[in-house]
């Protein structure tokens, strides 16, 4: 097996018309780069449908999202060959990445469907008639006895393309700022709760204090009988004398009476 040089393309255009159309320009050493055709799908869009393309019309595929890209040209691939496909280097070092298969089989005719993935950290921004793919071809060592069977549908994106490709994909940076809204909700909503824990504290205090001030008995300062009870000054200086014991008191004993006088007694 060995793959066609430039020649060898131009020389089977000739026999068989590989591509169509073909402009001589696109021929490159040994392959063929096609252009973005008339129709696309992307998974973020917003309508869930293929979108039309006009002449040089752009589309943008977000990061992390995919698509299905169709070429502009229809290729054939003789039964005694085989082809092989990619993304053109620039759209690569973007970050386009090509998920779908890698051949086209011998007999297949008709426009060729990549399904590509932006793997970069920006949008990456096609437009139709844009060469973005490259085709192979190569020698079997025989023609196929079991050709590609064709389908009308090859040649445009169908509602079964779609349906395979169909929903957003969270890509890492739609996650990241995901990520960061819902840090920033957490934060708000904490520092809300913060402050309604504050105020009901505050509330319930207020409640205990009144609760407590209509249940409570006679406490320290207040009249007892119309007499306030005296309490003691604090930081006063003690006496020294408050902690000595007093002594008890002697029973007092009565005098006795002073004896009469007598006679002469002065």
Not at 2 to 27: M, N, S, V, Y
Not at 223 to 241: E, F, H, M, R
Request: charged share 20%.
């Amino acid at each position: 097996m060995a793959f066609w040089c430039r020649d060898t393309i131009r020389t089977k255009q000739d026999q068989h018309g590989l591509i169509t159309p073909f402009d001589e320009k696109r021929l490159t050493h040994s392959a063929y780069e096609m252009a973005l055709g008339p129709e696309a799908f992307i998974t973020s869009q917003e309508h869930k449908t293929k979108i039309p393309l006009a002449e040089k019309e752009q589309i943008c595929i977000p990061s992390g999202q995919f698509a299905l890209l169709i070429t502009e040209e229809r290729v054939y691939v003789p039964e005694d060959a085989i082809a092989f496909i990619s993304v053109r280097t620039g759209k690569k070092s973007q970050g386009l990445v090509n998920v779908s298969g890698f051949h086209v089989d011998p007999g297949f005719k008709g426009r060729l469907k990549f399904s590509v993935y932006n793997a970069g950290s920006k949008d990456i921004c096609l437009a139709r008639g844009e060469p973005i793919f490259m085709i192979w071809y190569s020698d079997l060592d025989k023609p196929t006895s079991k050709p590609y069977a064709n389908r009308a549908e090859s040649d445009g994106v169908t509602s079964e393309d779609v349906n395979k490709l169909l929903g957003y994909v969270s890509s890492p940076p739609e996650l990241q700022r995901q990520l960061n809204q819902l840090r920033s909700d957490v934060a708000s909503k904490s520092k809300l709760l913060f402050g309604l824990h504050g105020g009901l504290a505050a509330l319930v205090l207020v409640m205990l204090s009144v609760m407590l001030g209509s249940t409570r008995g006679c406490q320290p300062g207040e009249q007892v009988n119309s007499q306030p009870v005296k309490q003691p000054t604090l930081g006063a200086p003690v006496p020294d004398n408050a902690n000595q014991p007093v002594p008890p008191k002697s029973p007092s004993v009565p005098s006795s009476p002073a004896p009469a006088k007598g006679p002469g007694q002065l």
